[in-house]
């Protein structure tokens, strides 16, 4: 299946920080979302991102399919202890590919 | 507002007793999903159905079994649980298939 892998592993950062992760695959896909997984509950989908080379916002996060459609990319600004969380790439296609995830914690 | 409502949100069960989880969804969406998620891992697929029509993955085990009654509803029946079944199973929900999908809060699934 699609390997979908995502970096970094895990981030510390301390609150008002900016965030960056990404995304790559070895497979090209029309349409790249990303979640916020919080612990013990179900993924809560953040971005959906459905032409190459857009770059979309949704307050503090802003995501872009990249133009070769094979990697994305998530930033996070201005860092808030709420930020706290498990965030996964997902790849679709007719199914949903998961990336590897980047476990975020926040430093008050 | 319109959501995904899983059922219980923790279940525990002994080995090998049968047990059904549910979901449901108010979104009116035609395809609902149900995955099974590991700690520290992502979610994997099991099965899922585009209206009436089900569809399993290869690798899913024949313990795991679905049913879809209605547009609303649909259920996850492990026939036979093992310790290895233990985990969060996730059902999640999209208009079509190849479009965002959104998840419910998830039910974990303790097996003794």
């Known amino acids: 299946g699609q390997q979908l892998n995502q970096s970094p592993q895990s981030m510390f950062i301390q609150e008002g920080e900016d965030v960056s992760m990404n995304c790559t695959s070895s497979?090209?896909?029309?349409?790249w979302l990303w979640y916020k997984q919080d612990p013990g509950e179900g993924p809560v989908l953040l971005i959906a991102?459905?032409?190459?080379?857009e770059l979309t916002s949704n307050g503090r996060l802003t995501a872009q399919f990249g133009i070769t459609r094979k990697d994305s990319f998530l930033n996070i600004s201005a860092s808030i202890p709420s930020d706290v969380g498990i965030y996964f790439c997902a790849g679709l296609t007719n199914n949903l590919f998961f990336g590897t995830g980047t476990r975020l914690t926040v430093i008050p | 507002d319109a959501m995904v409502i899983q059922n219980p949100r923790y279940q525990v069960t002994q080995f090998g007793k049968p047990v059904t989880l549910s979901c449901s969804q108010t979104?009116?969406?035609?395809?609902m999903y149900w995955y099974q998620q590991k700690s520290s891992q992502a979610p994997k697929l099991l099965f899922h159905?585009?209206?009436?029509?089900?569809?399993n993955e290869a690798d899913t085990p024949d313990n795991f079994q679905s049913r879809r009654p209605n547009t609303s509803f649909c259920f996850l029946d492990i026939r036979s649980p093992g310790l290895g079944d233990a985990a969060m199973y996730l059902c999640?929900?999209?208009?079509?298939?190849?479009?965002?999908?959104?998840f419910g809060p998830g039910t974990r699934l303790t097996v003794l």
């Open positions: 999640a929900t999209s208009r079509t298939t190849g479009r965002g999908q959104f």
């Open positions: 497979s090209i896909f029309n349409t």
């Open positions: 979104l009116n969406h035609n395809v």
């Open positions: 159905y585009y209206d009436k029509d089900f569809n």
């Open positions: 991102l459905y032409k190459a080379g």
